[in-house]
């Protein structure tokens, strides 16, 4: 049973002044603890947000940068296939130039020849016929 008398108003002196030492000694300094603690870890997340906008923005001047690049080099690869593709025109244009002037050249050379054994044939076609025609009829067609 519980008798009201001078200890109980110790155990609640002695409840009074534990309280205050725990909190002077153990609560306060644990609650000052987990205070720092929450400031560091707001404070990383802020240098973690402010890592990633750095970072966000970092990869967009990249990929801005990627695309003016790429536009270059192939604005530089169309002028390097445009080019040649004139210098091979203008080399094929030249070939063909030379292959006609080659081929009138031949072309002549044979007419010429052609002419000249026309020309021949003409002036012994007659010495031919009677030739042969006294080769066929066996005796010469000489009057």
Not at 53 to 81: F, I, Y
Request: glycine residues 4%; neutral net charge; aromatic residues 2%.
């Amino acid at each position: 049973m519980i008798t009201v008398d001078i200890t109980l108003v110790i155990h609640i002196i002695n409840m009074i002044v534990l309280m205050v030492v725990l909190n002077a000694v153990l609560y306060k300094p644990v609650l000052g603890i987990l205070e720092k603690r929450q400031e560091k870890l707001d404070a990383l997340n802020n240098d973690v947000e402010q890592f990633e906008q750095n970072a966000r923005h970092r990869q967009a001047e990249v990929d801005k940068k990627m695309r003016e690049a790429s536009a270059k080099a192939k604005k530089a690869l169309d002028g390097a296939r445009s080019e040649a593709q004139a210098a091979g025109a203008e080399k094929l244009a030249a070939i063909r130039q030379e292959s006609d002037g080659e081929k009138e050249k031949t072309l002549a050379d044979v007419k010429a020849q052609v002419e000249s054994a026309r020309k021949e044939l003409l002036d012994n076609a007659t010495g031919f016929a009677q030739d042969m025609a006294g080769k066929i009829l066996g005796r010469s067609l000489e009057a």
